[in-house]
């Protein structure tokens, strides 16, 4: 079974400042990893994917996240806030048996202050 | 590419009748197609995987016979919700792989309010 857990249903920083969303999984078999922003009353949108290829995935809009298979996790991240980046942000998992069904975590809410 | 759409964005309905929703990959064939429904401020619970030609597979918890999923072709699949309740409003969305590629691709989702 796969699982995911996102660290903090809601974080705040600053307009300007690092943005770190926190995403351990749990995985019997190589994962594959996401995430996705949504924005209100909208789907998702693929900000990245791990894919075993480079630790180090590089996403759209200036995040970027890293695959730690020792620490089981996949933190995104964004050196500098923008208002825009207010939404709501999902870190997923899939592979293995159950093909490309991708499970969710429970999401956490990006607020920037200006 | 790689393109899924979902028809219609929005639905309304009465309470007791039935809709529809279509779930569409647009330039690639899927053999495999998702389900999930979003309640307001909460993740996207997984409710059905379908391959094509064969039954959905529910996930626990999830009514086979309210929510009927069929996946006739290799580029649509529909989730029809029976006999709606207000409790069944959500936000639908799906999504679609197939074999070779990394990842599903998800449709823009489906508002259903049962009034």
């Known amino acids: 079974a796969q699982s995911v857990t996102q660290l903090g249903s809601h974080v705040s920083v600053s307009e300007g400042a690092l943005v770190l969303l926190r995403c351990n999984y749990s995985?019997?078999?190589?994962?594959?990893l996401f995430w996705y922003v949504q924005y209100p009353n909208q789907g998702l949108q693929l900000l990245l994917k791990y894919t075993s290829a480079a630790t180090l995935v590089k996403g759209i809009n200036g995040f970027e996240a890293e695959f730690k298979k020792s620490e089981t996790s996949f933190h995104l991240t964004k050196p500098s806030a923008h208002m825009s980046d207010a939404a709501e942000y999902f870190c997923a998992v899939s592979g293995g048996t159950g093909g490309f069904k991708t499970i969710f975590g429970a999401g956490t809410r990006l607020f920037v202050k200006a | 590419g790689a393109v899924v759409s979902q028809h219609p964005s929005w639905v309304i309905c009465k309470s007791g009748t039935s809709v529809k929703i279509e779930c569409r990959s647009l330039d690639f064939q899927a053999t495999t197609m998702f389900w999930y429904r979003q309640f307001p401020k909460q993740s996207l619970m997984l409710m059905a995987t379908?391959?094509?030609?064969?039954?959905?597979?529910?996930e626990q918890g999830v009514e086979k016979d309210k929510f009927l999923i069929n996946h006739a072709s290799l580029t649509l699949s529909t989730l029809t919700v029976t006999s709606a309740h207000p409790e069944d409003s959500s936000f639908y969305i799906c999504?679609?792989?197939?074999?070779?590629?990394?990842?599903?691709?998800f449709g823009q989702g489906t508002r259903l309010t049962v009034v």
């Open positions: 995985s019997s078999v190589p994962p594959y």
């Open positions: 999504s679609a792989s197939r074999g070779g590629i990394t990842e599903a691709f």
């Open positions: 379908s391959n094509e030609g064969s039954k959905a597979t529910y």
